[in-house]
């Protein structure tokens, strides 16, 4: 009997002339997994089940009401307008996001234990990862055409386009965009030179993201840029892409053959450079990544969305680029927090710059919550709102992370009750400072009372996310109550209620102040009663905030 080779080192090459146990080894995995693939197939199948019911009770609905407001409304001219900015929109949306996907988990992610056992054995990685790879490349396309279909079915109920016209536009899109941000995800996590690239270049892409988000709002309401429209859809594969929608909705797309021509071309010469780079990933990141979501999937079981947002963000492993930058020190002691807060947003700027991303879709939907009426705008209303509490809730990490763990307040010369109440002051001030950045064009627009209503909003949110940072470990027992009811137990509910406690009271409390105000027609009396109730509830958040850290640390 001959000797059994030795493992192959991490990274070393393989060669076809080495001892290959390829074959047998899969073999092998292939019949011990086959009960497991089995169940997990049953799995899939019953949550896409869920969701297509869903989609299938509550898209009927949504379909009804678009197609009644583009029978007797402007919504599919305002759809028109905005299409070519919204196509890029989520074209570059899409890739960003599966770059940075890229540096964490990436397309070619391998369970634990074969990225742990089987790829130090001299097998072909090739052939080991290759099936991961085109797993995630058909997921990706299934999504993609299922987003095509969506899109071809709202051009049909707008009036834009018959439904075969719609599907053609739509289909190259759905189906080449989603192929092309896997292959760039692939070049991404096998380049570590690439990766670090895609970090420092995130926060310029998410000021471009913002920027074609603003032209879009601006397209809709009636206010179109031809030139710049132009410049888009000829500027790479999220325009290419885009060009066919658009000449199928009646828009300008004079090239749109060439363009198509052009992204079906990029497409697979893409995809066969990532097919073959795929075998580049390297053992030890393959490593960390497997662990990294089995820990993420781990706590996402047990409703820990915190411990996997940390997961995520240590393992993306982001550097601020003013993380030498100083403040000076306060003179008194009832500044530090403050001073501690504004160096944490300092060194990592990427925070506020999520946080000005998110305040301007806020604006964007309250724009367009104050042109609707009825159901429309209560509907806009509250996901503007939703919004401006990501926004606000994005510059309060550092409450967070001493609600997180309890040691971190050691250094704290207050009670840690009221340290936590003054984490609240650097999110409210900056997040009213973007709320009146992004109500001047309302101003201009002759609606000066954005300037007071949306910096106001930014205050209680602070508060609830202080809140929200206080509101201790999961309460995974509210989700099995044991109380039968005929809609079954409503644990879930129970549980849901408990966990967006504090975003739901200050949006709903929001909420129906902004419809008071829209119903007087923004008053002065109206918007003195708004501002008012933005006071009380944020002294009443904090107090909230200040009873449960007491109760969290046991004092």
């Given at each position: 009997?001959?000797?059994?080779p030795?493992?192959?080192?991490?990274?070393?090459?393989?060669?076809?002339?080495?001892?290959d146990?390829t074959p047998?080894?899969?073999?092998?995995?292939?019949?011990r997994?086959?009960?497991?693939?089995r169940?997990?197939?049953?799995d899939l199948?019953v949550?896409?089940y869920?969701?297509?019911?869903?989609?299938?009770?509550y898209g009927?609905?949504?379909?009804?009401?678009l197609?009644?407001?583009?029978l007797?409304?402007d919504?599919g001219?305002a759809?028109?307008?905005?299409?070519?900015?919204?196509?890029?929109?989520?074209?570059?949306?899409?890739?960003?996001?599966?770059a940075?996907?890229?540096?964490?988990?990436?397309p070619?992610?391998?369970?634990?234990?074969?990225?742990?056992w089987?790829?130090?054995?001299p097998?072909d990685r090739?052939?080991?990862?290759?099936?991961?790879f085109?797993?995630?490349?058909?997921?990706?396309?299934?999504?993609?055409?299922?987003?095509?279909?969506?899109?071809?079915?709202?051009?049909?109920?707008?009036?834009?386009?018959?439904?075969?016209?719609?599907?053609?536009?739509?289909?190259?899109?759905?189906?080449?965009?989603?192929?092309?941000?896997?292959?760039?995800?692939?070049?991404v996590?096998?380049?570590?030179r690439?990766?670090?690239?895609?970090?420092?270049l995130?926060?310029?892409g998410?000021l471009?993201?913002?920027?074609?988000a603003g032209?879009?709002?601006w397209?809709?309401?009636?206010?179109?840029?031809?030139?710049?429209?132009?410049i888009e859809?000829?500027?790479?594969?999220?325009g290419?892409a885009?060009?066919?929608v658009?000449h199928?909705a009646?828009g300008?797309?004079?090239?749109?053959?060439?363009?198509?021509?052009?992204?079906?071309?990029?497409?697979?010469?893409?995809?066969?450079?990532?097919y073959?780079?795929?075998?580049a990933?390297?053992?030890?990141q393959?490593?960390?990544?497997?662990?990294?979501?089995?820990?993420?999937s781990?706590v996402?079981?047990?409703v820990?969305?915190?411990?996997?947002?940390?997961a995520?963000?240590?393992?993306l492993?982001d550097?601020?680029?003013?993380?030498r930058?100083r403040?000076p020190m306060?003179?008194g002691?009832?500044?530090?927090?403050?001073?501690?807060?504004?160096?944490?947003?300092?060194?990592?700027?990427?925070?506020?710059?999520?946080a000005?991303?998110?305040?301007?879709l806020a604006a964007?939907v309250?724009?367009l919550g104050?042109r609707?009426d009825?159901?429309?705008r209560t509907?806009?209303?509250?996901?503007?709102?939703?919004?401006?509490y990501?926004a606000v809730?994005?510059?309060?990490?550092?409450?967070?992370l001493?609600g997180?763990?309890?040691?971190?307040?050691?250094?704290s010369p207050?009670?840690?009750?009221?340290?936590?109440?003054?984490?609240?002051?650097?999110p409210a001030a900056?997040?009213?400072v973007?709320a009146?950045?992004?109500?001047v064009?309302?101003?201009f627009?002759?609606?000066?009372?954005?300037?007071?209503?949306?910096p106001?909003?930014?205050?209680?949110?602070?508060?609830a996310?202080?809140?929200?940072?206080?509101?201790?470990?999961?309460?995974?027992?509210?989700l099995?109550l044991?109380?039968p009811?005929?809609?079954g137990?409503?644990?879930?509910?129970v549980?849901?209620?408990?966990y967006?406690?504090?975003?739901?009271?200050?949006?709903?409390?929001?909420?129906?102040?902004v419809?008071?105000?829209?119903?007087?027609?923004?008053?002065?009396g109206?918007?003195?009663?708004?501002?008012?109730?933005?006071?009380?509830?944020?002294?009443?958040?904090?107090?909230?905030?200040?009873?449960?850290?007491a109760?969290?640390?046991?004092?």
């Open positions: 009997m001959s000797q059994a030795p493992l192959v080192a991490d990274d070393a090459a393989w060669t076809a002339e080495d001892d146990r047998e080894t899969l073999r092998w995995l292939r019949t997994r086959r009960r497991h693939r169940q997990r197939h049953r199948a949550v896409l869920t969701v297509l019911l869903l989609a299938a009770g009927s609905t949504f379909v009804q009401h197609h009644h407001d583009a007797h409304g919504t001219a759809i028109g307008r905005a299409l070519p900015g919204a196509l890029v929109f989520l074209a570059l949306a899409a890739a960003l996001l599966a940075r996907d890229a540096l964490w988990r990436g070619v992610v391998v369970p634990g234990p074969d990225a742990a089987l790829l130090d054995q097998v090739g052939r080991v990862l290759r099936p991961w085109r797993l995630t490349a058909g997921l990706a396309l299934l999504a993609g055409a299922l987003a095509a279909v969506a899109g071809a079915l709202l051009l049909r109920i707008t009036g834009l386009s018959p439904l075969g016209a719609a599907l053609a536009g739509c289909l190259p899109a759905g189906s080449c965009l989603p192929l092309l941000a896997v292959a760039l995800a692939t070049q996590e096998s380049r570590p690439l990766a670090r690239r895609v970090r420092a995130t926060p310029y998410v471009l993201l913002m920027a074609v032209q879009t709002v397209a809709w309401s009636g206010h179109r840029l031809p030139v710049v429209e132009q859809l000829w500027s790479g594969p999220w290419w885009a060009q066919p658009v199928t009646g300008s797309a004079p090239g749109h053959l060439a363009a198509l021509v052009l992204l079906v071309v990029l497409t697979a010469g893409a995809l066969t450079a990532a073959r780079r795929v075998p990933v390297r053992n030890a393959l490593r960390t990544r497997a662990a990294t979501a089995a820990t993420v781990s996402l079981w047990s820990e969305l915190r411990a996997a947002k940390l995520v963000s240590e393992a492993g550097r601020g680029a003013g993380a930058r403040l306060p003179r002691r009832y500044l530090v927090v403050v001073w501690r807060d504004a160096v944490a947003l300092l060194r990592a700027p990427g925070r506020v710059g999520g000005a991303l998110w305040t301007v964007a309250a724009a104050v609707a009825g159901a429309a509907v806009a209303v509250v996901v503007a709102l939703v919004l401006g990501v809730g994005a510059l309060a990490e550092p409450a967070r001493e997180d763990d309890l040691r971190r307040s050691a250094w207050f009670r840690f009750a009221t340290l936590m109440v003054q984490h609240a002051i650097v900056l997040g009213a973007l009146l950045l992004a109500a064009p309302f101003a627009q002759g609606g000066a009372w954005a300037l007071v209503v949306m106001l909003c930014a205050v209680p949110f602070a508060a996310a202080v809140l929200s940072a206080v509101r201790g470990p999961v309460r995974t027992e509210l099995f044991g109380v009811t005929p809609m137990d409503p644990g879930f509910l549980f849901l209620v408990w967006v406690l504090a975003p739901l009271i200050s949006v709903t409390t929001l909420a129906i102040a419809g008071s105000l829209l119903a007087h027609g923004f008053a002065a109206a918007v003195a009663a708004f501002a008012l109730t933005s006071v009380l509830l944020t002294a009443a958040l904090l107090a909230l905030a200040y009873r449960r850290a109760k969290l640390r046991g004092h």
